[in-house]
């Protein structure tokens, strides 16, 4: 199967990276050769990751590399049976590739979005093809993560569904459906939750490592919601959160002002080497 992938980041690279290890032809797509080869260098480290950890060996890294094919030309795109985007969570940003895609691609590519908490719905208003256009939102890591968040929208037909549930079992992780709404399921829980934990700290209730080890150690969560919040960005926490607050204009979803400060100070988390916590690269 040939599959395009358009946004080289971090998302972009992982969702590579998995479909290049069951035998598809990658071809992974962003504006910049720089930007294509530190992705490609990514993926070659995490499959070396992968390799010390006997859960792949070498041959399968040298032949999983070779279906990877870096391009910055979206035209390239137009033979593939399906096509992720994977690009920043702008609904503009997002709709223009779709828009591309859509004069490009031949009439059976199926469409997914990456998307954590934009409208599958309305993205679909934005093709010709709406009952192709689908939400296939994986986890970060993506390597390690088994589960995608399904996402159909108003106009996805069960076909689409259904090949994008097939394929997901067919590169070993977990597809669950969901339909459409702002923040989907994961998100719909997952912001609050940050947020609740931001408004902990403003108000002092706990520190920091408390906060986080008190959600680990009684909730059994892996990751502190704070630590979590750095790993995501603080700035991508706040946009879903504004989606959500806009979405059931509902206070509940009103980003905490501590997050909201501490993106006008460019602590965005782990990206930027401070956020709730400092990191060294």
Do not use: W
Request: hydrophobic share 40%; net charge neutral.
């Amino acid at each position: 199967m040939i599959i395009g992938i358009v946004g080289a980041g971090t998302m972009g690279n992982g969702i590579a990276h998995i479909f290049s290890l069951y035998d598809n032809k990658v071809f992974l797509v962003d504006i910049s050769m720089d930007v294509l080869y530190n992705s490609y260098s990514m993926i070659k480290e995490n499959m070396n990751r992968q390799c010390k950890k006997s859960i792949i060996n070498n041959q399968k890294m040298t032949e999983s590399l070779k279906n990877i094919h870096l391009s910055t030309e979206i035209k390239d795109l137009k033979d593939c049976d399906l096509v992720i985007e994977a690009v920043k969570e702008d609904f503009e940003i997002k709709s223009n590739v779709f828009k591309k895609l859509d004069i490009i691609c031949k009439k059976e590519t199926i469409f997914a979005s990456n998307t954590s908490s934009i409208s599958i719905t309305k993205l679909g208003e934005k093709v010709s093809r709406p009952k192709q256009l689908i939400g296939m939102h994986f986890m970060n890591p993506v390597p390690i993560m088994k589960l995608i968040e399904v996402i159909n929208g108003e106009k996805t037909s069960e076909k689409t569904c259904n090949f994008i549930m097939e394929l997901s079992n067919k590169i070993d992780k977990i597809p669950v459906q969901c339909n459409d709404s702002p923040g989907f399921v994961s998100n719909r829980i997952l912001m609050p939750m940050i947020n609740e934990a931001a408004y902990c700290l403003m108000e002092k209730v706990g520190k920091v490592e408390d906060i986080d080890s008190i959600m680990k150690l009684g909730m059994g969560h892996p990751m502190g919601p704070l630590k979590l919040a750095d790993l995501i960005g603080i700035d991508v926490c706040v946009y879903i959160l504004n989606i959500l607050y806009d979405g059931f204009n509902d206070a509940k979803y009103k980003a905490c002002p501590l997050l909201v400060d501490m993106i006008k100070d460019n602590k965005l988390g782990k990206k930027t080497k401070e956020g709730f916590y400092s990191y060294e690269f």
